[in-house]
């Protein structure tokens, strides 16, 4: 069955950088665009940033353009995310998801904070 694991979460002060980590499973991965959400405590699903299956196109939210850059390796079956500029409204737990901004199908999460 579909299996998304997220990892790479963890603190960072602000300013910092953090690399997530989605590795993927029971389906062809290169098919399919990926989607990154984060969720802070008391507030709604965010989508942060998405990509196409091939990786031409991509989508951020405009909290975290110029900041954050999302890539996927296909030969690997992962998804990335890479965060600078950490700020700590940045901090919530972050899930990958299947599809193209779509929450029918995501990880466990992995709790990122951002705090000195």
């Known amino acids: 069955q579909v299996q998304l694991v997220e990892s790479g979460g963890g603190l960072a002060q602000p300013g910092g950088s953090l690399r997530l980590s989605c590795a993927a499973s029971?389906?062809?991965?290169?098919?399919?665009?990926m989607s990154w959400a984060r969720q802070a405590p008391g507030k709604g699903l965010e989508w942060v940033s998405a990509?196409?299956?091939?990786?031409?196109?991509?989508y951020y939210a405009d909290s975290v353009k110029g900041r954050f850059t999302i890539f996927k390796d296909n030969s690997k079956n992962t998804l990335y995310l890479q965060m600078n500029s950490l700020k700590p409204e940045d901090t919530a737990l972050y899930y990958c998801?299947?599809?193209?901004?779509?929450?029918?199908?995501r990880g466990q999460g992995t709790q990122v904070t951002v705090s000195s």
């Open positions: 029971g389906f062809t991965f290169s098919r399919y665009a």
């Open positions: 990509i196409y299956s091939d990786g031409s196109v991509t």
């Open positions: 998801t299947k599809g193209w901004k779509n929450s029918g199908t």
